[in-house]
């Protein structure tokens, strides 16, 4: 029984602790962010993200990550494969480009 309450509490400060670590910027604050010069203009990051992997893109994300901006970028390939881009909004560097599994 003791188990289980350390078990139940640890995955509750977990996902807590996740939920801390990355929060999902609403629109109007993405406008202001890039009307601010923070971050890049959304048509720039697309762009990068579709130079890195062709395809359309299907899904898009802006959150807020250990104080960065992270933009997210889902895209299927000509094959119908989905691949995963994360980028640092406030220049465009690539984090992860990873095909889903």
Known sequence: ?????????????????AAVLADDVRIDE????V????????????EKALATQAG???DTELEQE?????????IRDAQ????????DATNAEILKNEKDS
């Open 66 to 74: 250990y104080g960065r901006y992270i933009y997210k970028v889902e």
């Open 30 to 33: 993405a406008q202001k962010l």
């Open 80 to 87: 119908g494969a989905e691949w995963d881009i994360d980028m």
């Open 56 to 58: 359309t893109i299907t």
């Open 1 to 17: 029984m003791k188990n289980l309450i350390a078990m139940s509490c640890a995955a509750v400060l977990t996902l807590g602790s």
């Open 35 to 46: 009307t601010d010069g923070t971050i890049q203009s959304f048509e720039k990051l697309n």
